[in-house]
């Protein structure tokens, strides 16, 4: 079974709307990590939450972690064609070997012009 | 400071043939790992290595696989007598201690096994 669900698995939305993604463990999470991959290219890094409750921003997006520290979403305000991309979460667990990150499937993101 | 690097970018190898994917990391950084994501397939942990050791080699297939990472140099996965199956984007990525710090991933190397 998959560790990491991620939903919607795609998502296409009119520029200038919100979106959310969320990332969904069936474990406690050690540490979760948001990248964004544009196709046929490697993985961005956008963000990294660790503790329940967190929040960060970097421009319009905006990544959250529950307090249970299993489920995570990542908003997105005022889309851009540039959102464009898959976006992937991926975990570390507790008892899990470090550096091994676990990913989910991705939600691959079209914005319409 | 330059990324992670990897090359080459698209490998084509006939079944049977070896395939060799190189990872220079970021300036820096001792960790390196490399990830496999296959069509319609999520990406997924092959192995971790320092620099002259393998710490993790859990997601690596057990046959036909290897990697390293010497003292100078990037580090390297070798996939011998390759089949179909192998075809895939594989990348590379790397961190300057390992735990909660963020990975940082190359461009990858797409290989095509005909």
């Known amino acids: 079974s998959q560790e990491l669900e991620q939903s919607p698995q795609s998502l296409i939305v009119q520029e200038g709307k919100n979106l959310t993604i969320n990332c969904t463990s069936s474990?406690?999470?050690?540490?979760l990590y948001w990248y964004k991959q544009k196709y046929g290219e490697g993985l961005i890094f956008l963000m990294m939450l660790q503790k329940g409750g967190e929040e960060k921003s970097h421009e319009k997006i905006t990544a959250k972690l529950d307090e249970k520290k299993q489920q995570s979403s990542l908003h997105i305000t005022a889309s851009q064609p540039s959102h464009a991309g898959i976006y992937l979460c991926g975990a570390e667990f507790y008892g899990g070997s470090q550096g091994n990150l676990i990913f989910g499937k991705g939600t691959k993101l079209s914005v319409k012009p | 400071n330059a990324g992670v690097m990897q090359n080459p970018r698209h490998l084509v190898r006939r079944r049977g043939q070896e395939a060799r994917l190189r990872c220079s990391p970021m300036k820096g950084h001792s960790h390196v790992y490399w990830y496999r994501q296959l069509p319609e397939e999520g990406l997924k942990f092959m192995v971790y290595?320092?620099?002259?050791?393998?710490?993790?080699e859990s997601g690596m297939p057990k046959e036909r696989f290897s990697a390293e990472f010497p003292k100078e140099g990037p580090s390297i996965l070798r996939i011998q007598q390759v089949v179909r199956g192998d075809s895939a984007a594989y990348f590379c990525?790397?961190?300057?201690?390992?735990?909660?710090?963020?990975?940082?991933f190359g461009p990858g190397t797409r290989l095509t096994v005909t």
């Open positions: 474990k406690t999470l050690y540490g």
């Open positions: 990525a790397s961190s300057p201690i390992p735990g909660t710090y963020e990975q940082y």
């Open positions: 290595l320092q620099k002259e050791n393998i710490i993790d």
